[in-house]
């Protein structure tokens, strides 16, 4: 295991030599033979120290033959043979088969893809989208932010809808049962199972975005459990620009429901977060409707209320649907309530059916790939691995990827889907991928992948239209922001105020304004310290919208019309 691990470690510079040399991909004939050339005297050697000599010849050998029949293999066949080959020299463990060990891993991995690219890429232009739909066995994708203020009942909801689905298991809630009482946190049980880490159980409260997936009759769903605690916007920015569509959960108990909406409340600011980047359907899910036992008025009085707010936010009323419930009663979930006092008036759906009711979002696959880093990591072996979600385009393995802002390539290793390992992935899903010839310190959380064709561009200075939220303190020139854009937090300041608009024409109605004040909508340039990269509004939706936020809360929306340098 040791020298498996050594190897690993020598293997990478060589890789990344080889990356450089062979990034053009034409002279691969002549760089197999230059390899080549390099192992035969290597293994020269290994026979007149004669203690190993049939091993000395058995492995290239092996490697002959398999390169020699690895253009026509499908894609499986290598990477097991590569194992057992790698594993063999491994065993023998010793010092004198490492240096041929270490070319030939690159080597191999230099030549297996191309063939097998080129196939996949031609069987991939058939038609995307009719192996999406096969892929999902005819179901769509949704991607389901949950919101709501802190303490509003989020994760008790969700934990407790997986409960009902069957995703969790009787032993796993049993276990979570016990460990809550024994935390004197009884009614937390359904939350633990997202709230993972030590920290979140023991307060109480989501902090990091929880991640899972389950099927409704017609969709698969991707769900995210937002923290609806003020010091975690940021993190709840990040899951609702990775989302669709968004569930908002309000607590129906007197004094509660006022709390969250009230000014300060983060009921009104997620309401703006998730419109603004571009979430248009919303469920709202009215909780803890038990603790007022399902009182007509109350539910009427907060749908009124939030109407008003929604509707201004800028949702149609056809795509919010209001729906009572109990998160940890589970009633109204998963199977229409039977509790007399909320039958006799609420005839409507249950949660999980206005969930499966939602309209799935265009898919924008024709477009350039795009892939916002939303966390890095460490693989086991060789390389890294990057998550986010596809944004638009698709991606296959062996396809070569461009980071932006580093600039840097690297070679797209591995795809995996819902911990599913697969040979593509196209715009909505949420995967994981396993990258090499690039050095991990080079990505940070926000970077974009894209296609070497078709590159993102890179800037600290651009353009954006934007519309200022409630704020106390009136935007000047110089005014520091944070941008929030995808999965990045970047410092900015304001640098120039070009013009107002007007509201619905988009006319300008004043030049060069000295101050901008709450609810108009303005032309501004901004400069971030470091280069984000970006697009235009108006060729990527997703791509090109932002929030800007001042000393903890929520002061503009905007999209970018023009991209300086």
């Given at each position: 295991?040791?020298?498996?691990?050594h190897?690993?470690?020598?293997?990478?510079?060589?890789?990344?030599?080889?990356?450089?040399?062979g990034?053009?991909?034409?002279?691969?004939?002549?760089?197999?033979?230059?390899?080549?050339?390099?192992?035969?005297?290597?293994?020269?050697?290994?026979?007149?120290?004669?203690?190993?000599?049939?091993?000395?010849f058995?492995?290239?050998?092996?490697?002959?033959?398999?390169?020699?029949h690895?253009?026509?293999?499908?894609q499986?066949?290598?990477?097991?043979?590569?194992s057992?080959?790698?594993?063999?020299?491994?065993?023998?463990?010793?010092?004198?088969?490492?240096?041929?060990?270490?070319?030939?891993?690159?080597?191999?991995?230099?030549?297996?893809?191309?063939?097998?690219?080129?196939?996949?890429?031609?069987?991939?232009?058939?038609?995307?989208?009719?192996?999406?739909?096969?892929?999902?066995?005819?179901?769509?994708?949704?991607?389901?932010?949950?919101?709501?203020?802190?303490?509003?009942?989020?994760?008790?909801?969700v934990?407790?809808?997986?409960?009902?689905?069957?995703?969790?298991?009787?032993?796993?809630m049993?276990?979570?049962?016990?460990?809550?009482?024994?935390?004197?946190?009884?009614?937390?049980?359904?939350?633990?199972?997202?709230?993972?880490?030590?920290?979140e159980?023991?307060?109480?409260?989501?902090?990091?975005?929880g991640?899972?997936?389950?099927?409704?009759?017609?969709k698969?769903?991707?769900?995210?459990?937002?923290p609806?605690?003020?010091?975690?916007?940021?993190?709840?920015?990040?899951?609702?620009?990775?989302?669709?569509?968004?569930?908002?959960?309000?607590?129906?108990?007197?004094?509660?429901?006022?709390?969250?909406?009230?000014?300060?409340?983060q009921?009104?600011?997620?309401?703006?977060?998730?419109?603004?980047?571009?979430?248009?359907?919303?469920?709202?899910?009215?909780?803890?409707?038990?603790q007022?036992?399902?009182?007509?008025?109350r539910f009427?009085?907060?749908?009124?209320?939030?109407?008003?707010f929604?509707?201004?936010?800028?949702?149609?009323?056809?795509?919010?649907?209001?729906?009572p419930?109990?998160?940890?009663?589970?009633?109204?979930?998963?199977?229409?309530?039977q509790?007399?006092?909320?039958?006799?008036?609420?005839?409507?759906?249950?949660?999980l059916?206005?969930?499966d009711?939602?309209?799935?979002?265009?898919?924008?696959?024709?477009?350039?790939?795009?892939?916002?880093?939303s966390?890095?990591?460490k693989?086991?072996?060789?390389?890294?691995?990057?998550?986010?979600?596809?944004e638009?385009?698709?991606?296959?393995?062996?396809?070569?990827?461009?980071?932006?802002?580093?600039?840097?390539?690297?070679t797209?290793k591995?795809?995996t889907l819902?911990?599913e390992?697969?040979?593509?992935?196209?715009?909505?899903?949420?995967?994981?991928?396993?990258?090499?010839?690039?050095?991990?310190?080079?990505?940070?959380?926000?970077?974009?992948?894209?296609?070497?064709?078709?590159?993102?561009?890179?800037?600290?200075?651009?353009?954006?239209?934007?519309?200022?939220?409630n704020?106390?303190?009136?935007?000047?020139?110089?005014?520091?922001?944070?941008?929030h854009?995808q999965?990045?937090?970047?410092?900015?300041?304001?640098?120039?105020?070009?013009?107002?608009?007007h509201?619905?024409t988009?006319?300008?109605?004043?030049?060069?304004p000295?101050?901008?004040?709450?609810?108009?909508?303005?032309?501004?340039?901004?400069?971030?310290?470091?280069?984000v990269?970006?697009?235009?509004?108006?060729?990527?939706?997703e791509?090109?919208?932002?929030?800007?936020?001042?000393?903890?809360?929520?002061?503009?929306?905007?999209?970018v019309?023009?991209?300086?340098?």
């Amino acid at each position: 295991m040791h020298s498996a691990s050594h190897t690993a470690a020598s293997m990478a510079p060589f890789e990344l030599w080889e990356e450089c040399c062979g990034g053009s991909r034409k002279p691969r004939d002549s760089q197999s033979t230059r390899i080549d050339s390099k192992i035969v005297p290597k293994v020269t050697k290994m026979t007149v120290s004669g203690k190993k000599q049939a091993m000395g010849f058995e492995v290239p050998s092996v490697i002959a033959e398999e390169n020699g029949h690895s253009a026509n293999t499908p894609q499986k066949r290598p990477s097991s043979e590569d194992s057992s080959v790698t594993s063999g020299v491994v065993e023998l463990g010793s010092k004198s088969a490492l240096p041929s060990q270490t070319i030939q891993i690159p080597e191999e991995q230099s030549t297996v893809p191309t063939p097998v690219k080129k196939s996949s890429k031609t069987r991939q232009q058939i038609d995307v989208k009719a192996e999406l739909e096969k892929r999902q066995g005819g179901k769509q994708l949704l991607n389901l932010v949950v919101i709501g203020h802190v303490d509003a009942g989020k994760s008790t909801l969700v934990g407790h809808l997986l409960y009902l689905l069957g995703n969790v298991n009787k032993r796993t809630m049993h276990k979570y049962e016990q460990e809550s009482k024994k935390a004197g946190k009884a009614s937390f049980a359904y939350a633990w199972v997202l709230d993972e880490t030590g920290e979140e159980r023991e307060r109480g409260v989501t902090m990091d975005v929880g991640m899972t997936k389950f099927e409704t009759k017609t969709k698969v769903i991707t769900l995210m459990d937002a923290p609806g605690h003020k010091d975690f916007i940021p993190n709840m920015i990040t899951g609702a620009a990775q989302a669709d569509v968004a569930v908002l959960v309000v607590d129906a108990s007197r004094g509660e429901f006022e709390a969250g909406f009230e000014t300060g409340g983060q009921t009104r600011e997620h309401g703006l977060l998730v419109r603004s980047l571009g979430v248009t359907q919303l469920a709202v899910a009215v909780n803890k409707m038990d603790q007022v036992n399902w009182q007509q008025e109350r539910f009427q009085e907060i749908t009124s209320k939030l109407g008003q707010f929604l509707k201004q936010a800028g949702f149609k009323e056809s795509d919010v649907a209001y729906i009572p419930t109990s998160g940890l009663g589970g009633e109204n979930l998963v199977t229409s309530c039977q509790s007399s006092e909320l039958t006799e008036w609420y005839k409507g759906k249950c949660l999980l059916e206005q969930i499966d009711s939602f309209k799935p979002p265009q898919r924008s696959v024709d477009k350039p790939f795009r892939l916002c880093v939303s966390d890095v990591f460490k693989d086991q072996g060789s390389g890294f691995c990057v998550t986010g979600k596809i944004e638009a385009g698709y991606i296959q393995t062996g396809d070569r990827l461009l980071a932006m802002p580093p600039n840097e390539t690297c070679t797209a290793k591995g795809i995996t889907l819902h911990d599913e390992p697969v040979d593509w992935a196209a715009a909505g899903d949420h995967v994981s991928l396993t990258l090499t010839g690039m050095d991990i310190i080079k990505i940070n959380v926000g970077c974009i992948f894209c296609g070497l064709k078709e590159p993102i561009k890179a800037c600290t200075r651009f353009r954006a239209r934007v519309l200022i939220f409630n704020i106390d303190v009136p935007i000047t020139k110089g005014f520091p922001v944070l941008l929030h854009y995808q999965t990045v937090s970047e410092p900015a300041t304001i640098r120039r105020l070009l013009s107002i608009l007007h509201k619905s024409t988009g006319e300008v109605t004043k030049k060069k304004p000295k101050v901008l004040t709450k609810g108009q909508n303005a032309l501004i340039e901004l400069q971030t310290q470091r280069p984000v990269a970006l697009e235009l509004y108006k060729d990527f939706k997703e791509l090109g919208r932002f929030m800007l936020r001042y000393s903890g809360s929520t002061i503009a929306a905007g999209v970018v019309t023009e991209i300086k340098e």
